[in-house]
């Protein structure tokens, strides 16, 4: 199928490389797609996990038996099931098996606190979940505060190669309570065990528009919803990067670090590396030394990562001395990543024989994640790239539907295949998300501020309700942040505004140091001298505090909320 957008007027749709401003998508499911692949490849390695390779034909044997499993526990078409798991082999059982039925994963992060895992199981309403053993204990807590129909316990020991798995039972999984088996928490030995016993039908042909998986994210408003997505979504998303890529994708390696739960690492370093026949080498806990090892144990050809990733690679010495020529692609989302950060990591790639650079991309969990991308043969300077293809970009008046000039910022607006459903139960965001306008498309305003040039090149400023807005004047902390961070005693930054009886808010800096950089009142004047040649007056941070770090979320952004 192909979608029809020639009523939207882009004239350099076309201008960028071999990347064709419209593809083909098929009408299957993601179980389907990815089930069609396994058909094809079979030996080759669908999933690499602590080194143990999985083919293509395992793979689908774990999801079948998966689909089979979850249908004779009782779960039907249509019903959401809680999928909280780090990046481990259940996880994409979990999440192509349910589909597979006509189910729906929904996807949260096993960090979560109790109160959190409560919120979300209502707000999907779902009565079946699946963890990990060394989060039951978190799960008992959870069910003081909300009923689970059913537990399913997994245990990473089943999925590791010997002699690790003898390893991690006996040193760490001997440690979490044991089971209790009182008929709603069950093993995930025996629900495979209740699947191999059903003899019934299970398989549902579902409709690839309708609801596949759920995520969650704060929104245009930072209240936390459950985002409906679709196949076609994910489908669609894996289509477009892989053409947005300029490489053969087919037999790649992909270092799938971010979380499954995450649109960034379930969209891209799964799906779509599955979806085109690769190989997602899971990391299901990072730190930078482990994931240094990966790298050049492994030779992966693509990586992708949340600036903090970046950051954190460049700073230390576990990649000293390191071949990178394996790298096909590096690409950065999630969050903004500064001028200076990509200088820094597009010398750290050349100065490793990396013949690529940083490819900075934009996306919001609405769309699952990225729909913007730098090309592969041109950058501007603070640019998130162009549109993918049969993705729409139009800047707008903020609250409104009114398209504003080239040039001039405004709200990001998109349209394309792979635009959320919606929000579950939040009718009035979903109005306010979702628009249809005068050229009979739904657009998704996504509430973060931008501008697009005459080639059709996007600039992300910020999220509109970041904004400080300061004796009337706005300021966007993100280009200070680019300011403060160009110099050269700055590792990272953070701006926010803060509360101001007679401005209203005022502007408060954060900064982290780099390594064995001294914090003294010289350094500081020097900082804020620099800022003065960069930054408007009215726009001048009143103080600059030093932190030894930021705090982030779950997922490696700067949780800028928590500072004050």
Same mark, same amino acid.
């Given at each position: 199928?192909?979608?029809?957008?020639?009523?939207?007027?882009?004239?350099?749709?076309?201008?960028?490389?071999?990347?064709?401003?419209?593809?083909?998508?098929?009408?299957?499911?993601?179980?389907?797609?990815?089930?069609?692949?396994?058909?094809?490849?079979?030996?080759?390695?669908?999933?690499?996990?602590?080194?143990?390779?999985?083919?293509?034909?395992?793979?689908?044997?774990?999801?079948?038996?998966?689909?089979?499993?979850?249908?004779?526990?009782?779960?039907?078409?249509?019903?959401?099931?809680?999928?909280?798991?780090?990046?481990?082999?259940?996880?994409?059982?979990?999440?192509?098996?349910?589909?597979?039925?006509?189910?729906?994963?929904?996807?949260?992060?096993?960090?979560?606190?109790?109160?959190?895992?409560?919120?979300?199981?209502?707000?999907?309403?779902?009565?079946?979940?699946?963890?990990?053993?060394?989060?039951?204990?978190?799960?008992?807590?959870?069910?003081?505060?909300?009923?689970?129909?059913?537990?399913?316990?997994?245990?990473?020991?089943?999925?590791?190669?010997?002699?690790?798995?003898?390893?991690?039972?006996?040193?760490?999984?001997?440690?979490?309570?044991?089971?209790?088996?009182?008929?709603?928490?069950?093993?995930?030995?025996?629900?495979?065990?209740?699947?191999?016993?059903?003899?019934?039908?299970?398989?549902?042909?579902?409709?690839?528009?309708?609801?596949?998986?759920?995520?969650?994210?704060?929104?245009?408003?930072?209240?936390?919803?459950?985002?409906?997505?679709?196949?076609?979504?994910?489908?669609?998303?894996?289509?477009?990067?892989?053409?947005?890529?300029?490489?053969?994708?087919?037999?790649?390696?992909?270092?799938?670090?971010?979380?499954v739960f995450h649109g960034f690492g379930l969209g891209v370093c799964i799906h779509t590396v599955l979806h085109c026949g690769g190989t997602s080498i899971l990391v299901p806990r990072f730190n930078v030394k482990s994931y240094a090892e990966l790298i050049k144990k492994t030779r992966p050809n693509f990586i992708a990562g949340v600036p903090t990733l970046f950051e954190a690679i460049t700073r230390n010495e576990y990649l000293d001395g390191a071949d990178l020529s394996c790298?096909?692609?590096?690409?950065?989302?999630?969050?903004?990543?500064?001028?200076?950060?990509?200088?820094?990591?597009?010398?750290?790639?050349?100065?490793?024989?990396? +013949?690529?650079?940083?490819?900075?991309?934009?996306?919001?969990?609405?769309?699952?994640?990225?729909?913007?991308?730098?090309?592969?043969?041109?950058?501007?300077?603070? +640019?998130?790239?162009?549109?993918?293809?049969?993705?729409?970009?139009?800047?707008?008046?903020?609250?409104?539907?009114?398209?504003?000039?080239?040039?001039?910022?405004?709200?990001?607006?998109? @349209?394309?295949?792979?635009?959320?459903?919606?929000?579950?139960?939040?009718?009035?965001?979903?109005?306010?998300?979702?628009?249809?306008?005068?050229?009979?498309?739904?657009? $998704?305003?996504?509430?973060?501020?931008?501008?697009?040039?005459?080639?059709?090149?996007?600039?992300?400023?910020?999220? #509109?309700?970041?904004? #400080?807005? @300061?004796?009337?004047?706005?300021?966007?902390?993100?280009?200070?942040?680019? #300011?403060?961070?160009?110099?050269?005693?700055?590792?990272?930054?953070?701006?926010?505004?803060?509360?101001?009886?007679?401005?209203?808010?005022?502007?408060?800096?954060?900064?982290?140091?780099?390594?064995?950089?001294?914090? @003294?009142?010289?350094?500081?004047?020097?900082?804020?001298?620099?800022?003065?040649?960069?930054?408007?007056?009215?726009? $001048?941070?009143?103080?600059?505090?030093?932190?030894?770090?930021?705090?982030?979320?779950?997922?490696?952004?700067?949780?800028? @909320?928590?500072?004050?």
């Amino acid at each position: 199928m192909r979608f029809d957008y020639s009523n939207i007027a882009m004239p350099w749709r076309d201008s960028y490389g071999e990347v064709p401003a419209s593809l083909e998508y098929g009408e299957n499911t993601m179980s389907e797609a990815v089930l069609a692949m396994a058909e094809q490849e079979k030996d080759y390695p669908a999933l690499s996990f602590m080194g143990r390779k999985i083919s293509y034909a395992k793979m689908a044997e774990a999801i079948d038996l998966t689909a089979r499993s979850f249908y004779a526990l009782g779960v039907r078409p249509g019903q959401r099931v809680l999928v909280c798991l780090p990046n481990v082999p259940q996880a994409i059982y979990c999440l192509y098996g349910l589909n597979r039925i006509g189910a729906v994963a929904s996807m949260v992060h096993p960090l979560s606190a109790v109160g959190e895992i409560a919120f979300y199981l209502d707000e999907a309403q779902c009565d079946v979940a699946v963890t990990l053993d060394q989060f039951y204990a978190k799960f008992l807590d959870v069910r003081k505060q909300r009923p689970i129909g059913k537990l399913i316990i997994a245990r990473v020991s089943e999925e590791l190669p010997f002699p690790l798995n003898i390893g991690q039972k006996l040193l760490t999984e001997r440690k979490f309570p044991k089971l209790v088996k009182d008929g709603s928490t069950i093993s995930w030995k025996d629900l495979l065990e209740l699947g191999r016993k059903y003899t019934g039908e299970y398989v549902f042909k579902k409709n690839f528009k309708e609801e596949a998986v759920v995520l969650f994210s704060g929104g245009t408003t930072g209240v936390t919803k459950g985002i409906m997505l679709s196949d076609l979504n994910f489908n669609a998303l894996a289509i477009q990067t892989a053409a947005m890529s300029n490489k053969d994708v087919h037999h790649c390696r992909m270092l799938a670090a971010m979380p499954v739960f995450h649109g960034f690492g379930l969209g891209v370093c799964i799906h779509t590396v599955l979806h085109c026949g690769g190989t997602s080498i899971l990391v299901p806990r990072f730190n930078v030394k482990s994931y240094a090892e990966l790298i050049k144990k492994t030779r992966p050809n693509f990586i992708a990562g949340v600036p903090t990733l970046f950051e954190a690679i460049t700073r230390n010495e576990y990649l000293d001395g390191a071949d990178l020529s394996c790298l096909m692609g590096v690409f950065s989302g999630g969050d903004s990543l500064t001028i200076e950060l990509k200088k820094k990591f597009d010398k750290f790639l050349a100065d490793h024989n990396a +013949s690529i650079r940083v490819r900075e991309g934009y996306g919001t969990t609405e769309c699952v994640t990225a729909c913007c991308l730098t090309p592969y043969n041109k950058e501007k300077e603070g +640019s998130i790239g162009i549109p993918f293809p049969d993705t729409f970009f139009k800047i707008c008046k903020p609250g409104t539907c009114e398209e504003v000039p080239y040039g001039e910022e405004g709200e990001i607006c998109l @349209t394309g295949p792979s635009m959320m459903l919606g929000y579950i139960n939040h009718e009035e965001e979903n109005r306010d998300t979702l628009r249809k306008h005068d050229d009979g498309h739904v657009w $998704l305003h996504t509430g973060d501020l931008g501008m697009m040039d005459e080639e059709g090149f996007i600039y992300f400023r910020q999220r #509109i309700k970041r904004m #400080i807005v @300061t004796s009337g004047y706005n300021v966007y902390p993100s280009q200070i942040e680019n #300011i403060l961070e160009g110099h050269p005693a700055v590792q990272r930054s953070c701006v926010i505004g803060v509360p101001d009886p007679y401005k209203m808010q005022k502007v408060k800096a954060f900064v982290v140091l780099k390594k064995d950089v001294e914090n @003294t009142p010289e350094l500081l004047e020097d900082i804020m001298e620099h800022c003065r040649k960069h930054v408007a007056k009215y726009a $001048l941070p009143y103080v600059i505090e030093v932190r030894d770090s930021l705090p982030t979320t779950l997922v490696g952004k700067v949780a800028y @909320t928590q500072l004050s």
